[in-house]
């Protein structure tokens, strides 16, 4: 424990200063830590305060895990998920080599994150041929290590289709780098429709050869990693008959919760249909690539009046974590602030109330409502043959929505929307009556101008109807 503990203060020594490292560590990893950037407070940084967090793991705390007789595991609730490891100069690397381009993984630090976990009862590593340098690393960390000390989950990777005997060399090749003669977990990597199963699996026998790996013990379990439509999961769970599978990895958070589109199901729908057939589930992107860790101020404050003691971040995590069902929940740490603040929140992890995850799908539909124009401001579509000030028009609504105050009559959650409302018919008003979105003819000769490629007319005529509403109180 000494060494590991030797290994999270260089890291963190490198990150900022030590007397700052020293508040952060104690007993293996205690202290406070701030849903803010660690990096931005130790660079003196002057954004706005945030509640504090758990505090950090003591060096005997586990977090919170589960026996599943499905496949006879016992699994972290939390899982690293290894596609964002950090990269020297301070990147972090990804899918094909596509984020932190050309920089080496920073094995030290890969080192210190993948002690500090087990140590807390991160058993579960998530890693893929396609993820840069990943299973590379993750190997040698965990390497260091007895085998039945963690579970290691790869995929294959073969989005060019290819053959069996392409399949079993990738196979083959990720036993090599991770440096172990089996894997625990081994997904189709995005096999989210029929079309991905025919061309990838099944007509170029790779489905049989993945199975064969199975029966002689080199591949404990099999699943698949999922982005599809509700009809590409029905056919997906249509299969289960056939090649029995052991788990299931799909993305879920609150925003995609009850958000569709025409090519990505709802998350709901997702886990309740994989959840009534008894799988056990894998989720990704809890936290949607970072993006819910740093929220809106307007949202931080809600949310740190139901939970002060968890971080943006940590009410993401919580709140996939407390459907049943979920095997372990994968985040993509790239640094040991990250880490020891993930742990902190799965160390005597209770589950989030209905209250607390209605809280969050309110946010999640604010932030849709909510959604910019996207102008900005260059003016290449003036000036208007009618006198509509377009960009005035649009600054006026994109800041109300940038600011999460943009008026809705019909949004139960908005109680300051008489407030909101007097603020925005203010600022649209202070443009002249001339120059306003009501003025606009819709002749649509501003829109090949917009290097942003906006429908113009049709954004000015949402603002006019908005308007219109209102006005009428």
């Not at 002057?46 to 793991?57: E, L």
Request: aromatic share 8%.
């Amino acid at each position: 424990m000494a060494e590991n503990k030797k290994g999270i203060d260089n890291i963190l020594n490198k990150e900022c200063d030590r007397r700052t490292a020293l508040k952060i560590m104690a007993a293996g990893g205690a202290g406070v830590l701030f849903s803010g950037s660690l990096l931005e407070s130790c660079k003196g940084s002057t954004a706005k305060a945030t509640p504090a967090p758990k505090m950090a793991a003591g060096a005997n705390d586990k977090i919170a895990s589960a026996h599943w007789n499905t496949t006879g595991d016992t699994v972290g609730l939390l899982g690293l998920g290894c596609m964002r490891l950090p990269q020297q100069g301070g990147q972090q690397g990804g899918f094909g080599g596509g984020f932190g381009r050309g920089g080496a993984i920073d094995q030290e630090q890969v080192n210190a994150m993948v002690d500090y976990a087990l140590a807390h009862g991160i058993n579960y590593f998530d890693t893929a041929p396609a993820y840069n340098g990943s299973e590379a690393a993750m190997g040698i960390a965990l390497a260091r290590h007895p085998r039945e000390s963690y579970l290691l989950a790869t995929k294959m990777s073969n989005f060019n289709g290819g053959t069996a005997d392409a399949a079993k060399q990738m196979f083959n090749t990720s036993l090599e780098r991770l440096q172990t003669t089996y894997i625990d977990y081994f997904l189709l990597h995005g096999a989210s429709s029929k079309r991905d199963m025919d061309n990838r699996f099944v007509n170029n026998g790779v489905m049989d050869f993945i199975q064969g790996e199975k029966k002689a013990g080199r591949i404990k379990h099999i699943g698949f990693s999922f982005h599809g439509s509700r009809s590409d999961m029905d056919y997906m769970l249509s299969l289960h008959s056939k090649y029995h599978w052991d788990f299931i990895q799909i993305q879920m958070n609150y925003v995609d919760w009850e958000a569709a589109s025409a090519r990505n199901a709802d998350a709901r729908y997702l886990y309740e249909s994989i959840y009534k057939l008894g799988i056990p589930i894998v989720v990704m992107e809890p936290i949607r690539g970072g993006a819910l860790a740093n929220v809106h101020d307007k949202f931080r404050e809600m949310m740190a009046e139901a939970h002060p003691e968890l971080s943006p971040a940590g009410m993401a995590l919580s709140f996939v974590a407390s459907y049943p069902g979920i095997m372990t929940v994968l985040s993509g740490m790239s640094n040991m602030e990250q880490m020891t603040e993930n742990v902190a929140t799965f160390t005597n992890f209770k589950a989030l109330s209905q209250q607390d995850r209605d809280l969050l799908l309110k946010i999640a539909r604010m932030q849709r409502e909510n959604s910019t124009i996207g102008c900005t401001a260059c003016r290449y579509c003036m000036p208007c043959g009618y006198g509509v000030d377009i960009p005035g028009n649009f600054q006026i609504y994109d800041k109300s929505a940038n600011d999460y105050c943009l008026p809705n009559p019909d949004g139960e959650h908005d109680k300051d929307y008489a407030k909101n409302r007097r603020a925005f018919l203010n600022k649209y008003n202070s443009l002249d009556a001339s120059a306003r979105a009501d003025k606009c003819a819709s002749c649509r000769a501003c829109v090949s101008k917009c290097p942003q490629h906006i429908d113009i007319p049709t954004q000015l005529n949402k603002i006019r109807d908005l308007v219109s509403v209102l006005e009428k109180g």
